[in-house]
C-alpha cells in the first residue's frame, strides 16, 4: 500500500515536471503542444507505416546509382499524385520537389536523397536487391520513405499550415553532388530553413543525436599519376622508377596531418589506393595513386599541399605527376554545419516527442554528406535517427550487410513533420509578435 503510495506519488510528480517541462519548452519553440505526439502516433498507423515499409522495400529491390534514379523518382512522383501533393519535376535529372501548405511562404524544406550504392548485397532476403553491384547501403531507401510518410500527414493537416513545407527528394548524394545541382536548379528558391535526417546504426533504435556548428567534416578526392620510365627491374639505372617515387609521396602525405596541422583540429588525408606493375621483373612506366581528405576548416589549402606534396616528391625522384582534385566526377563537398537556432528547435522538439534521453549530443565525424550544400546556402540542421538494438545487428552504412530498421521510420516521418510545422509556426508567432499580436489563431 505504502509502495503503491509512493509509486501514485512519484508518478503524479513526475507529470508535474512533464507539464512544466513542456510548458517550458513550448514557449521556447512555440505553442506546440501536442504536435509531436501526434504525429508519431499517426506515423505508427498502419495506414502510414505500411505505406512506408512498402514504399522503401521497393526502392530497395531496384537501387539506382546517382543521376539515374529514374524508377525511384516515377515512384515518388507517383506516391504524390496519390495523395495529392503538388510538384516540380525534373530537377538536377531525376529531381523531385514536393509542395505542401499555402503555397506562399514562409517556406521550409525537408530532405530526402535517392541513390543506391556500387556494391552487392550479400544478405539474403525476400527483397534483395534485384540488380547485381548496386545496393541501398547507406539507406536511402529509408529516407525516402520517411519524408513521403511526412508528405501523408502534412498533406491531411495542409490547412492548418502556416506557410509552405517543400519536399526535396535529391538524386546522387553519394559523391556527384546531387544536392549543389538541386540548388543550381533553384530548390532553395524562397527557402528560408532545411531539414535532413539519416539512419544510422551508431545510435540505439528510437535515439536521435546532432549537434550545434560543424556535425560533418568537409569530403574531397584526389587521384595522381606519378610518370617514370619503364625498364628491366635489375637494370635500374637506365629506368626512372616510380613505384620508389609512389612510395615516397604516400609516406610524405602523411605529414600534412601529423605535421602541419593543429592537434586539435580534425583532418584526415588516407590514401587508399595504389597501382602499378604487374611483372616482378620490370619497373612500370607510371603509378596511380588515389585517396581521400577531410576538415572543417581550411580544405582548399590541404587540397593545394595535397598537390604540391605529390608533384614535388615525384620531381625530387625525377618523375612527373598530374593530381586531379575532382576523379570520376566526385566533387569535393563542404563541412555540414548545423545551425544553432534550429538546433535548439530540434533538441527541444525531441524531448517533447521521445523523452529527454532520446537525443544525444554527436560527435563530429570525418564522414561527409552533400546536405553541407543546402545547409551553406541557408540555415539547415542535419540529424541522425538511431535503429540500432542490443544485439547490434544492424550493419554499418556502406557494408554489404546493410539493413534498415523499418521500425524507425516512423520515428523519422513524425520528426520531419513535426520540425516543419513547428518551424512554421514559431515563424508565425515571431511575425505576430512584431505585428503587436493581431494574429490570433494560434
Ligand atoms: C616530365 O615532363 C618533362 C616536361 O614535359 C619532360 O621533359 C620529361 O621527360 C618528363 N619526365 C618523365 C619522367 O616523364
Ligand atoms: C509593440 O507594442 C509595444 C507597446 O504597445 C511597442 O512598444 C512596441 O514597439 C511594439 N512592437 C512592434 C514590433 O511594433
Ligand atoms: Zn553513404
Ligand atoms: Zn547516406
Redesign the pocket.
Known amino acids: 500500500m505504502a509502495l503503491i503510495n509512493i509509486l501514485l506519488f512519484s508518478l503524479t510528480f513526475q507529470l508535474l515536471l512533464l507539464l512544466r517541462v513542456s510548458s517550458e519548452s513550448s514557449r521556447i519553440a512555440g505553442d506546440v503542444s501536442g504536435i509531436p505526439t501526434k504525429f508519431l502516433d499517426l506515423a505508427k498507423s498502419p495506414e502510414v507505416f505500411d505505406s512506408m515499409v512498402r514504399i522503401r522495400r521497393k526502392i530497395h529491390e531496384n537501387p539506382e546509382l546517382g543521376y539515374e534514379e529514374f524508377e525511384t523518382s516515377k515512384l515518388i512522383r507517383s506516391e504524390l499524385d496519390l495523395i495529392g501533393v503538388k510538384y516540380r519535376y525534373p530537377v538536377a535529372i531525376t529531381g523531385v520537389i514536393g509542395y505542401i501548405g499555402t503555397g506562399e511562404p514562409p517556406f521550409v524544406a525537408l530532405r530526402a536523397d535517392m541513390d543506391a550504392l556500387n556494391m552487392q548485397e550479400a544478405l539474403e532476403w525476400e527483397h534483395k536487391s534485384k540488380v547485381p553491384g548496386k545496393m541501398h547501403a547507406c539507406g536511402h531507401d529509408g529516407h525516402v520513405a520517411m519524408l513521403l510518410g511526412a508528405a501523408k500527414m502534412l498533406q491531411e493537416q495542409r490547412h492548418d499550415l502556416q506557410g509552405t513545407v517543400v519536399l526535396i527528394f535529391q538524386p546522387a548524394e553519394e559523391g556527384l553532388a546531387g544536392a549543389k545541382k538541386m540548388i543550381e536548379e533553384g530548390a532553395l528558391k524562397q527557402v528560408e530553413a532545411i531539414f535532413g535526417i539519416h539512419l544510422t546504426n551508431r545510435l540505439p533504435f528510437g535515439k536521435t543525436g546532432s549537434r550545434a556548428g560543424s556535425m560533418l567534416a568537409g569530403t574531397g578526392f584526389f587521384e595522381a599519376v606519378i610518370?617514370?620510365?619503364g625498364g628491366h627491374a635489375a637494370i635500374p639505372q637506365l629506368t626512372?622508377d616510380p613505384v620508389v617515387a609512389a612510395s615516397s609521396v604516400v609516406l610524405s602525405l602523411q605529414h600534412l596531418v601529423s605535421r602541419e596541422t593543429d592537434p586539435l583540429d580534425s583532418k584526415v588525408v588516407t590514401v587508399s589506393k595504389v597501382h602499378g606493375g604487374n611483372a616482378y621483373n620490370v619497373i612500370p612506366d607510371s603509378v596511380t595513386i588515389g585517396g581521400t581528405l577531410r576538415a572543417f576548416t581550411g580544405f582548399s589549402q590541404l587540397q593545394q599541399r595535397i598537390k604540391e606534396v605529390i608533384t614535388k616528391q615525384a620531381a625530387v625522384n625525377?618523375?612527373?605527376a598530374s593530381v586531379n582534385l575532382t576523379p570520376n566526377s566526385k566533387e569535393p563537398v563542404p563541412p555540414t554545419v548545423n545551425d544553432k537556432d534550429l538546433y535548439k528547435q530540434f533538441k527541444n522538439m525531441v524531448r517533447d516527442l521521445l523523452g529527454e534521453e532520446s537525443f544525444v549530443e554527436a560527435s563530429p565525424i570525418m564522414g561527409g554528406e552533400d546536405f553541407s550544400y543546402f545547409a551553406e546556402a541557408i540555415p539547415g540542421h542535419f540529424s541522425f535517427l538511431g535503429m540500432q538494438d542490443e544485439t547490434k545487428s544492424y550493419a554499418s552504412a556502406h557494408s554489404p550487410l546493410y539493413r534498415v530498421n523499418e521500425d524507425a521510420l516512423p520515428y523519422g516521418a513524425a520528426i520531419h513533420a513535426t520540425m516543419a510545422v513547428q518551424y512554421l509556426k514559431n515563424k508565425a508567432l515571431k511575425g505576430s509578435d512584431s505585428a503587436n499580436g493581431s494574429h490570433d489563431e494560434l
Open positions: 610518370t617514370g620510365k626512372i625525377q618523375c612527373n
